[in-house]
Every structure is written in C-alpha cells, then in structure tokens.
Nanobody
Framework: QAQLVESGGGSVQAGGSLRLSCAAS????????MGWFRQAPEKEREWVSS???????WYADSVKGRFTISRDSARNTLYLQMRSLKPEDTAMYYC????????????????????WGQGAQVTVSS
C-alpha cells in the first residue's frame, strides 16, 4: 500500500529555517508530480509548491524566494526547505502526489493529488 510520511516539522522563531521531508513507501513516485500544501487552523488547505517528474518547480507567491522544493528519486523522498519563516507560515504541511509526471493545471487543484501524507506541524513564533 502506497504511503507518504512527512517529518521535520517543529517550532521555530521568525526568520528561522526548517526542512520537511516526505518519505514514500509502497510505490515509487519518481515519475509523478508531487507537491506540498498547508492548512492553518480554520482556513482552507492551500497549495505551496509542486515539482514535476522532470524537475520543473513552481511556488505560491507567498513562499517564492523563501521555500525550495526538491526530490531525491533514489530515496523516493520529497523535500521542502523553508527559510526566512514568518508567523503566517504556521500550518500543518502535507505532501501529496499525483498520478502523472506533469503537474496539474491549475497547480493548486486538490482533486488531482490522489495520495496524501498525514501532515507535519510547523509553528513559527514572532
């Protein structure tokens, strides 16, 4: 059974950094578009970033220049390096995978991501 497991969340002060990992098992996602989403309390889940099987990457305007998505196909793992964190980045972060090598259009189309992790909490204090 395919499974995505996030790790690396935690609590940091504003300006700090964290790196989230998403380890996949039961299925090799090297040929799939994958992405990161986040959900703050009482808010809808929002798209953060996606990376295609060929390495193309895209970011939400709110994180562009501060977050970097990457993948290690050999380890079947997705990463999200987060720098210059702000209190508004506080949320539960989820990794997700599609069934295709190309990323969906629009990138934030939740329904096109059919595998999800359980989430990792990121808390940024001011």
């Amino acid at each position: 059974q395919a499974q995505l497991v996030e790790s690396g969340g935690g609590s940091v002060q504003a300006g700090g950094s964290l790196r989230l990992s998403c380890a996949a098992s039961g299925y090799t996602y090297s040929s799939n578009c994958m992405g990161w989403f986040r959900q703050a309390p009482e808010k809808e889940r929002e798209w953060v970033s996606s990376i295609s099987a060929r390495g193309g990457s895209w970011y939400a305007d709110s994180v562009k220049g501060r977050f970097t998505i990457s993948r290690d196909s050999a380890r079947n793992t997705l990463y999200l390096q987060m720098r210059s964190l702000k209190p508004e980045d506080t949320a539960m972060y989820y990794c997700a995978a599609t069934s295709y090598w190309a990323c969906p259009s629009p990138l934030w189309s939740l329904g096109d991501y059919n595998s999800w992790g359980q989430g990792a909490q990121v808390t940024v204090s001011s």
